[in-house]
C-alpha cells in the first residue's frame, strides 16, 4: 500500500514536471526575444559594415526597432513609418527596413568616433510593448591592409657571409608583432636587433609602423637545401585578432666558394661580398617573392 502510494505521488510529479516544461515553452513561443546580434569586435576604419539584429516576435506585432550608440538613439524604424535617423553619428549610413524578422543597416564611412557599444532594441506592440535587446561593443582601428616589406637582402650568400635584412610593417594603429624565418625556422632573438618604431598621427589615430633587422650568419642557421636556395620569411602579426596577420617572402640563393671562384651567373666574383642587386621578377600564387640577377 505505501509502495503504491509513492509510485502515484511520483508519477503525479512527473506529470506536473511535463507540464511546467510544456508551458515554459509555449510562453517561450509566444514571447519577444531577440535571437541574433551581429556587429563586428574590430573594424578597419576604411571597411564598409552592416549590423544586425535577428528577432522573434512570438504571438507579439512588430511595433518599432531601434538603434543606440552608447545611450544615444540614431536609428529608429517604425512598423509602416518609414525609418528615422535621430542624430548623425555616422557620415554615411545606408538603411534596410526590417524584413522577415531582421533588422539591419549599414554603415559606409567609419572613424574613430564609431567606436563604442551597440544597442538593438525591438517593441511589441500595444497594449503591452513588449521590449527586447542586446548589446555589441565594436572597436574601429586602422589595421594592416598590405604585406610587410623586406629589403637589404642580397641576390645570394655564401656559407660564410651574414643575412643583413630589414622587415618593415604596415601602418597600424594596433601594435603589430615581427618575426623573421629561414627555411621554416623562427630566427633566434640574439640574431635581430631591437625593433623600431615610427609613429605618425592621421585622422584621430596614432598609427606605427616597426621595422626589424636580422643579422644571421648564414653558416650558424641556415641548412643546404636540395635546390640551393634560403627561404626567408617576414610575418607581421596583431595578436589580438589573428585574421589581419600579414607576410612577405623571399627566396635568394645559396653558393659555394667554388662557383664563386668561377664565377655565377655570368658574372665574375672577386673577394668579399657580392654587388649583385636583387630584382624583383614576379610574385607567385603563394605570395613569394623570386629574386634573380640583374
Known sequence: MHTSFLQLLQ???IQVLALETIMAEWHRTLALRLTNMNVPEVVDYRDTITLSCSYDLGAHQLNSVKWYKGNKEFYRTITDILEASFETIFHTLQTSRSLCNLALFVILKLQRTSSGEFRCEISGDAPEFKLANGTRNMTVEVLPQDDPIISGLSASYLPNELIV????SDRSSIPTRLLWFINGRTVPMEYLQQQQETTLESDGFYLRYRTLEMRVPVDKLVQRELDNV???????SVDAIPSVGREAKAVVALRSHRSSLFGFGGHSRAAGRSNFVPKLVSSNLNNEILICYQ
Do not use: G, L, R
Request: glycine fraction near 0%.
Open 230 to 236: 634560403i627561404h626567408i620569411k617576414c610575418m607581421a
Open 11 to 13: 508519477s503525479k510529479n
Open 165 to 168: 635584412a630589414n622587415c618593415t
